[in-house]
């Protein structure tokens, strides 16, 4: 078992150490696609990920096209505030990619056209906030997907 967690041109170095981190504790590969709003040396980066950087299964590519053509065939899931279906509604594979956006505009307009029937948005219940901090809403996503794979491999 196991997903995979695409960041689409990070900006924010604290929140891709978070998600480093998470990716090793949840099992799950991270993937990160150029350009960066940060250097991978940057020292916060590290301290969010802490020690651990040096464990993550990380990729990196460096464009949505070379993501793309390295990565063909696979199962995809897009993350958006603009999705009409709920991430809870995902039928969740293994070696699955969640794919979310940098964290000034989320994921490019054409991706999220393109692919308006996998794309899924978490419900947000206040009209005082437009998004949720992208390390936040990649925890939610990839633990929902363990839950939900491992109750299909109990089933079986």
């Known amino acids: 078992m196991g997903l ?38 940057d020292k916060r980066l590290k301290r969010a990920g802490l020690d651990y950087w040096k464990n993550i299964s990380l990729f990196i590519y460096e464009s949505v096209d070379d993501f793309y053509s390295k990565n063909k065939g696979k199962h995809f899931a897009y993350f958006s505030s603009h999705g009409t279906q709920e991430y809870w509604d995902i039928d969740y594979k ?29 419900p947000i219940y206040s009209t005082h906030i437009r998004s949720l901090n992208l390390a936040n809403a990649v925890s939610i996503v990839v633990y929902e997907g363990i839950r939900n794979l491992k109750t299909t491999y109990n089933k079986t």
């Open 94 to 122: 293994d070696d699955m990619f969640l794919i979310f956006g940098k964290e000034s505009t989320g994921l490019p307009e054409n991706i999220v056209a393109e692919n308006s029937n996998l794309v899924y948005n978490i």
């Open 4 to 41: 995979n967690i695409v960041l689409i041109e990070p900006e924010i170095p604290m929140n891709t150490g978070n998600i480093g981190r998470l990716s090793l504790g949840s099992g799950s590969n991270l993937h990160l696609v150029k350009p960066f709003g940060f250097e991978l040396s």
